[in-house]
């Protein structure tokens, strides 16, 4: 099992703040940090210093941590040109020395996209599909051989296929509850899938719909990594919950829906265990409040040594 620490730094959050979360997965033992790819602050609050750009991010951390994995979970297809999304993701792998991961998704926030004038066509399952034909076939194309493609959005003209990532393959995360299409672009694209925000009872569906479509496409199933999503608070007692789920301007009715992790160290150790037994190979602990850096070492110190491995 892997533990990986997941923010939403467009809640207003600075790269410092991201830089301290980044760094306590490091120090205790976690295996990765990963930031949603958003531009626009969701709900009210604060939007103060406003959004930070998630693969420029990414490359800061590449170069200020020497371990912990790297990823979005999940950067849209709407906002970058294709071509240049592999090259952005494999010069951050470089730089990381080989640590990055890449969460593509088709985007969902509408109010984003008018806010900076991003383009957000109402169809973008093709989008999404084409963006992933051409990343992983850039990445893919022998060296000294050129790559085209010919779509219905997309078309490259013997495009050079450069630079390399460092990892080959450089890992893909394709998420979402969709019924057919998102676990069959799992299956043909990705090396792992993830579904968040849900109950193990549709966590347990979506995992058996997206093993259904690796035999479709006659991939062994278990070549496929599968991972949760879950927003999450732990503090030694009530108290210290009750403190977390203020700042973060939720109700503990609110927070604690049957879905999300929130407890002792001891009380999420034992949902995580129930996640493995379904088949989970990842677990992302979404923390919304990125100034609470102590929150980031207790997942490190008080629950990462009660996880299976």
Known sequence: ???CLFTEPQQGFSYDDQLA???????????????SDHYLRSGDGDPLPGPTDAWTTLAGLARETSRIRLGTLVSSVTFRVPGILAIQVA????MSGGRVELGLGTGWFAAEHAAYGIPFPARRFDLLE?????????????????FSFEGAHYRLDAAPALPKPVQSPLPVIVGGGGPRRTPAL??????????????????????????????????DPATLKLSVALPTIVGADDSAIERRLAAIGQTR?????????????DEIAAKVERLRALGA?????????????????????DLLPLLPR
């Open 1 to 3: 099992m892997e533990y």
């Open 21 to 35: 979360f980044a760094r306590s997965a490091e120090t205790h033992g976690l295996d990765g940090f990963f930031r």
């Open 91 to 94: 010069q951050v792998d470089a």
């Open 130 to 146: 084409e963006q992933l034909a051409i990343v992983t076939g850039l990445w893919s194309t022998p060296i000294s051989e050129t």
């Open 186 to 219: 799992a299956a043909r694209f990705a090396t792992e899938f993830n579904i968040g925000f849900v109950a193990e009872e549709i966590v347990a569906e979506k995992f058996a719909g997206v093993r259904a479509a690796c035999e479709q496409f006659e991939r």
């Open 253 to 265: 009715e609110q927070f604690d829906n049957g879905a999300n992790l929130i407890g002792r160290p």
């Open 281 to 301: 190979g990842r677990v992302y602990f979404q923390l919304l409040d990125l100034r609470d850096v102590d929150h980031a070492d207790e997942i490190g110190t």
